[in-house]
């Protein structure tokens, strides 16, 4: 096998796992993206009925100190849909300009150009990995603020049935 061969094997290769990592990491962020949007629709479908539920309660007298913890409650909630719609509009996949690379490179050898295609793939790769992992940590985030949300309605309804 001559040099020029193996050379442009490697390239290949490089561009190949290139490839299917960014391949991988689209369907990734998809996949997040999707889970983003429908909790923030059970949210946003959820918020309206937890307001009649808390009218109801403190529509009665007796139940006038739980306006606090529903109200926090409720804004916990908000705040998360919030978030949400910040990751939704955020959302960007960053991908190569095929035809910048056809113009500066259209007088080189294939091996160069392929492992040149390769290692422009590998820079976006790492950079819709790093959108990717913002993009989950602030799904964590949405997630805790869910969660107290929740939790702090479980416990201020569970005191006032009891």
């Not at 790492?126 to 603020?145: D, L, S």
Request: proline share 2%; net charge negative.
């Amino acid at each position: 096998m001559s040099d020029l061969d193996e050379e442009l094997l490697k390239s290949q290769f490089f561009f190949n796992y290139a490839n299917n990592l960014n391949t991988i990491t689209f369907q990734a962020s998809n996949r997040l993206y999707h889970k983003i949007k429908d909790l923030t629709a059970i949210i946003m479908a959820l918020i309206p009925i937890l307001f009649g539920l808390s009218y109801f309660f403190l529509d009665n007298s007796n139940f006038k100190p739980l306006l606090f913890p529903i109200a926090l409650a409720l804004s916990s909630l908000t705040i998360a849909v919030l978030v949400g719609f910040i990751i939704l509009v955020e959302k960007e996949f960053i991908y190569n300009d095929p035809l910048a690379l056809i113009q500066e490179y259209h007088n080189e050898s294939i091996s160069f150009i392929t492992l040149k295609t390769a290692s422009s793939l590998a820079d976006v790769v790492n950079a819709n990995i790093v959108k990717h992992n913002n993009m989950g940590g602030k799904y964590r985030i949405m997630i805790v603020f869910v969660t107290v949300g929740i939790l702090i309605l479980m416990i201020t309804f569970w005191g006032a049935i009891l």
